[in-house]
């Protein structure tokens, strides 16, 4: 180049500008295009082939209904679809008992296993154990546990002479629903422990000092300086968990398959129910997004409380 | 308002006993400074007299009440942490105010007792702000008007200053001197720091491996150390403490240095008999430089050579070789002096000290 007359350097630079530049894209986008081609791949398109569909009464067995566009009418058809809300209802009951529940008994463990002065780590592991388990045995599990006749839970009750009769378990829809509610409890219970217990842990030990030394009693120290301290931490469990439970699928699909007669129905069996078994998936993609937004509200709910919360405590995380 | 007393007071961790039965009485009132090196023992007793400790064994008296087994709470006590402490999701007021709170007291009592405490402090710009909002000066004196908003029968102060830069801990502990002079209460004031004690206490504690070594006024234990601990504890820079042989009627110290032997000390040792020989960097002095007029005093010239000098503006550390070991003077209206420089250095014996090597307790009368 440092040899060529000024000329020379002109005309490649009009050569530039000219009929290339189009095919020189800027070396940032270059570099990034990979991300977008491998993102649009696998989230963009079907995200907006799913939300397209749920504009078309698509089934599974007859592929060229996709074409048909029919508006909002699937949409239209949710809200007037009593099965939907009911099953929607039952989802939001699971998750505030969940949560609630999960809540309390994790703190209660986390505040136990922050005590024990010794074998903390082997507690930490075993609390963690039910984690470890896939959904999808967790459920056999306590499906085998709950059964009417066979399962452990009847068998201790009749033993112990609490009860002479099969409690139908599984098949009450009450008695079911706490069924289920239990097994998800068992299973997670330890992302609040967890979560929790490293709240604790984090905690400066001379506040705690101050409250006694001010008057507070053990209930008051743990009301007014320990819970406020813990408390972003239960919400960042609160997130997970409430995202957890409000795809809840798994567990209730082998303990009852929302049934029997749709007494346990929740939202994501009924919208696999109505995009596989019944093969309406347009109608089941339109159920799924308004799935979504239940899940989008408690995450901005929790995040609103966890920036609350953090800011509380003065946090620097 | 109360007296607090320890007896035979013990803590053991396990097997590890950490306080060895100390006795102390607290008049009523009083500020007393515990001081000694990390691992001494102090904050421990503090945190016993707090109640955040059990007690291994003997008995703690507040106002004449046996407290060994009553919660922190029931103490009437009041504490500042060295960390302050501070409740971090509450603001300055509701800090302040919230033992308050949990004795159920009115709240325009508590809102009437805090404003009181934060204008004493100069903290009244400052109570709806959080403590992450505070610099750590603004933080320890919140920490202080939530001891002040107790009332309490005593304060305990845990190195309250150790983590304020040396500017602000000047400027605080004249704050803390002037707040006991104001609430007048009886305080116990743990810190590691000699000048604090010094400064602020009215009998200062020394401890060291969980004994008390002395217990007296700052006067005292900076004129009439009772052991050798003692004297290199208190006072900065810290006394010449060298170990010397009696041999008829002069202290040997290494490489055949010797010095006459004090006066005051002639009927108080025996020939051979291992001492500690502890002079203060005050009382050796560059001829013609010291505070004293030498005529009074027992003065021992003599020649040395300078090896460094460190010079302070109103006074020069001048340190010189002797016995094998260096020994600091301080050179009150210094004159310019270079290493390498022939000084004539002069030790006034009559202010020198003298322990056992072997008990290290003082010989003087």
Known sequence: MAGRPDGGTTRSREAKSGFLKPWKLPAPFLLLLPTFIVLAAVVVIPLLLSLYSSFTPFRLTRPD??????????????????????????????????????????????????????????????????????????????????????????????????????IPWLIDGTLAFIAILVAEIWSSTAVFAIFILAGLMAMPREPLEAARVDGCTPWQTFRYVTWPFVMPFAFIAMTIRSLDIARAYDIVKIMTDGGPAKRTEILWTLIARTGYSDARMGLANAMAYFAIFLSILFTVIFFRKLAQARSQIGAEW | MAPVSLSKLVKRYGSVEVVHGI??????????????????????????????????????????????????????????????????????????????????????VTEERVAEAARTLGLEALLDRRPSQLSGGQRQRVAMGRAIVRDPEVFLFDEPLSNLDAKL???????????????????????????????????????????????????????????????????????NLREAVVDDGKLAFGEDATLPLPAQFRDRVTAGQKVVFGLRPDDLYPSGHGIHSGEAHE????????????????????????????????????????????????????????FDAETGRSLRV
């Open chain 2, 23 to 108: 006795d102390l009485d607290v008049a009523d009132r009083e500020f007393i400074a515990l001081v000694g090196p990390s691992g001494c023992g102090k904050s421990t007793t503090l945190r016993m007299i707090a109640g955040l400790e059990d007690i291994s064994g003997g008995e703690i008296r507040i106002g004449g009440t046996v407290v060994n087994d009553l919660p922190p709470r029931a103490r009437n006590i009041s504490m500042v942490f060295q960390s302050y402490a501070l409740y971090p999701h509450m603001t300055v007021a509701e800090n302040m105010g919230f033992s308050l709170k949990i004795a159920g007291k009115d709240k325009s």
């Open chain 1, 65 to 166: 209904t996709i074409w048909t566009f029919i508006g909002l009418r699937n949409y239209e058809r949710l809200f007037t679809d009593w099965d939907f809300w009911v099953a929607f209802g039952r989802t939001v009951l699971l998750l505030t008992f969940a949560l609630n529940l999960e809540m309390i008994l994790g703190l209660g463990l986390a505040m136990l296993v922050e005590k024990a002065t010794r074998g903390q780590r082997i507690l930490r592991t075993i609390m963690m154990f039910p984690m470890m388990f896939s959904p999808v045995l967790v459920g056999f599990q306590f499906k085998f546990m709950f059964n009417d006749n066979v399962g452990l839970i009847n068998n201790a009750l009749q033993s112990l002479g609490l009860t002479d009769r099969a």
């Open chain 2, 169 to 239: 801990r000047t400027q605080m502990r004249t704050e803390i001197k002037k707040l006991h002079a104001k609430v007048q209460s009886t305080v116990v004031y743990v810190t590691h720091d000699q000048v604090e004690a010094m400064t602020l206490a009215d009998r200062i504690v020394i401890m060291r491996d969980g004994h008390i070594e002395q217990v007296g006024t700052p006067e005292e234990v900076f004129q009439r150390p009772a052991t050798h601990f003692v004297a290199g504890f208190i006072g900065s820079p810290p006394m």
């Open chain 2, 299 to 354: 003065v021992h010239e003599m020649e040395r050579t300078v090896s460094i000098t460190e010079p302070l503006g109103n006074e020069t550390l001048v340190f010189a070789g002797f016995g094998g070991t260096e020994w600091v003077s301080r050179m009150l209206n210094p004159r310019p002096m270079k290493a390498g420089e022939p000084v004539k250095l002069s030790f006034d014996l009559s202010q020198a000290h003298l």
